[in-house]
């Protein structure tokens, strides 16, 4: 599967989604990782509402079904990329 198809299929299970839970997203980046970690588990439920808490948490930190809406003005990629840049350095330091 290519960007553009992986894309619309994330869309389109986002689209099955409730409503409140996509207004729940920090950014759009988190969506999407919402989306793969659906994929590697497809022993979860279909509807996302239906998780528990802390698969919301092992996939993206925090449960956009909280209650707290957020305007997903940015995709996130960038700030994803940074922490797991500082991650990467962290563990070399370690090393």
């Known amino acids: 599967m290519n960007a553009r198809e992986t894309l619309a299929h994330a869309a389109d299970w986002l689209g ?10 920090r950014n759009a980046f988190d969506a999407l990782r919402l989306h793969d970690y659906a994929k590697a588990h497809p022993e979860l439920p279909e509807m996302a509402s239906d998780w528990e808490e802390a698969h ?33 350095a962290r563990d070399l330091i370690d090393w």
């Open 16 to 25: 099955w989604q409730e409503e409140r839970m996509l207004y729940g997203f």
């Open 56 to 88: 919301f948490i092992a996939a993206i930190g925090y449960n956009p079904l909280s209650g707290e809406d957020h305007e997903a003005k940015t995709s996130g990629a960038d700030a994803a990329a940074k922490a797991k840049a500082m991650d990467l």
